[in-house]
């Protein structure tokens, strides 16, 4: 599966921030799907995750009640919104799919990955 995120930008503290993930190439609802991302100097980390079909979701505690992960089948499109957003949420953010409809925080079960959209957040 091919995936493009987007819609990553410069916000102040307080505001928010919707990024997209657009998938193609496959079959979007037999796969899990996520956000993960990287701040200057830090390994990539967990943001949040979603079974397609069945809609678990999954979220790290930095952002559990400020995000929210959601899809559309009809448009093979992820999205993660945001708010309340920190200076800490600063990074670059990767979409990822996995096989198996299921959601998982770990990096390593995701083969598929988006280039990153920017996301900075001023104080």
């Known amino acids: 599966v091919q995936l493009q995120a987007s819609g990553g930008g410069l916000v102040q503290a307080g505001g928010s921030l919707r990024l997209s993930c657009a998938a193609s190439?496959?079959?979007?609802?037999?796969?899990?799907m996520g956000w993960f991302r990287q701040a200057p100097g830090k390994e990539r980390e967990f943001v949040a995750a979603?079974?397609?079909?069945?809609?678990?979701?999954l979220y790290a505690d930095s952002v559990k009640g400020r995000v929210t992960i959601s899809g559309d089948n009809t448009k093979n499109t992820m999205y993660l919104e945001m708010n309340s957003l920190k200076p800490e949420d600063t990074a670059v953010y990767y979409c990822?799919?996995?096989?198996?409809?299921?959601?998982?925080?770990?990096?390593?079960?995701?083969?598929?990955w988006g280039q990153g959209t920017q996301v900075t957040v001023s104080s």
């Open positions: 990822a799919a996995k096989a198996g409809d299921y959601p998982s925080a770990s990096r390593a079960d995701f083969g598929s």
């Open positions: 190439g496959r079959t979007f609802s037999r796969y899990g």
């Open positions: 979603i079974s397609w079909s069945g809609g678990s979701t």
